[in-house]
């Protein structure tokens, strides 16, 4: 065979292996919404089946919280579709990494704010909430979106492979990383972000952080030896805090307690666990049916929040509630698949990690819910009520669509300019 038609073979293998990946990445895609749009629909029927129980006894609106939650929805899939179709398949990457840098920044002033009087809203004796005129949400959970995104620009920058392939002078091939910007001001700025939001104090959020950060610290090639190096300084700061500030992280010493001996105090710090373990046990493989949930009318705290898994296996039954944390698992798997099919750089690294955070969020909610975790206070992607909450789950995902649609179109071009040569 001349050198002319191996050429060409090994174009057409080319496009070959192009045309299979995209249609791979068209198909994660597809699937990705279809579950996320399945979760959604999930849990606004959880939502209005908790939240009108819980809340007819009352003197609120027993509708108030499913419509504002139906709003919110509406406002969070347009914005998915945006993003996904239109706004980021266009953007270059230097665009792309100025949006990044410049939401993170916008996030860590808001976060800041939060802190500052009459911006600032307290709870509980939290500083967790920012009021901006009728507006009200939490700073603290866009960082889920606008961190992770800044972490992956910073060390694997947009338009650049994680992994390089050179050939030596022997002959062979070395495989090393492409180099981004150093991991020590990468890691200063999520100590930062850390300490921010522990010191409202919102420690479910900050450890989701925390671990979604050094995931991708750990995707994006940054040493083991820094990353240990950055977990001990961050022992130091939260010990120094500890002894500075005792009093205000006593409940999360409570909360650990609780969910080791949660019938030491059923009417006390182990009155949550309790009712929640109630509940599901009540449930058995199908539920008591829906709307007919106990322990929403008035004996489950946060029934439409922190335990709406509890309510929904109570009403629906542990084989929906199976089903519920299966679909985040596969949602977890199709990430990891679509990453798998990218090139070892910045889309990759970025879409798994969005959705490891986001099912790891889940997993965490429900393991409060069954007891295997202390009380976080994180709520349940695509079920609790909330708009910060809801908003910044759907703009995950509608990154995780954008990116796999960006390169897609990058493969389309490739497959072009192939059969243009």
Request: aromatic share 8%.
């Amino acid at each position: 065979m001349s050198g002319f038609d191996s050429s060409v073979l090994s174009q057409r293998r080319r496009r070959k292996l192009i045309a299979r990946r995209a249609d791979e990445l068209a198909h994660c895609s597809r699937q990705i919404f279809v579950v996320t749009m399945v979760l959604l629909a999930l849990g606004m029927a959880a939502l209005f089946s908790a939240s009108t129980g819980s809340r007819a006894a009352g003197t609120e609106f027993p509708y108030w919280v499913i419509l504002r939650q139906l709003l919110f929805t509406a406002i969070g899939v347009g914005l998915l579709l945006f993003t996904w179709l239109t706004a980021l398949p266009k953007l270059s990457s230097q665009a792309l990494k100025l949006l990044v840098a410049l939401a993170l920044i916008t996030n860590l002033v808001l976060l800041i704010c939060v802190f500052i009087p009459p911006f600032g809203v307290e709870a509980g004796g939290a500083y967790r909430w920012l009021r901006i005129g009728g507006l009200q949400f939490q700073p603290a959970e866009f960082l889920k979106l606008t961190l992770i995104l800044f972490i992956a620009t910073a060390l694997v920058p947009p338009g650049s492979r994680q992994l390089v392939t050179t050939r030596q002078s022997d002959g062979r091939y070395r495989t090393t990383r492409r180099k981004g910007l150093r991991p020590a001001g990468v890691i200063a700025l999520i100590l930062l972000c850390i300490i921010l939001t522990a010191i409202q104090p919102d420690l479910g959020t900050t450890a989701l952080l925390l671990t979604g950060s050094f995931a991708v610290l750990a995707l994006a090639g940054v040493s083991w030896r820094a990353l240990v190096g950055a977990f001990l300084v961050l022992l130091l700061i939260g010990g120094l805090g500890l002894l500075a500030a005792p009093q205000r992280y006593q409940y999360a010493a409570k909360r650990l307690l609780t969910m080791l001996h949660p019938s030491r105090d059923v009417s006390g710090p182990g009155y949550q666990i309790t009712q929640s373990l109630v509940g599901i046990s009540q449930g058995g493989l199908l539920g008591r049916g829906y709307m007919q949930s106990q322990q929403k009318l008035g004996r489950l705290p946060l029934a439409d929040r922190d335990f709406i898994f509890a309510v929904w296996v109570e009403e629906m039954g542990l084989l929906s509630g199976a089903l519920v944390l299966g679909l985040f698992l596969y949602l977890l798997f199709l990430c990891w698949r679509a990453a798998a099919l990218l090139p070892f750089g910045f889309e990759g690294v970025a879409v798994f990690s969005l959705g490891f955070v986001l099912s790891l969020q889940a997993a965490v909610n429900i393991g409060t819910n069954v007891g295997l975790l202390p009380v976080s206070g994180l709520t349940l992607p695509f079920f609790s009520s909330g708009g910060s909450s809801l908003l910044v789950s759907l703009l995950m995902v509608a990154v995780v669509l954008g990116l796999l649609q960006r390169a897609r179109a990058v493969a389309t071009k490739a497959e072009s300019a192939d059969e243009g040569s």
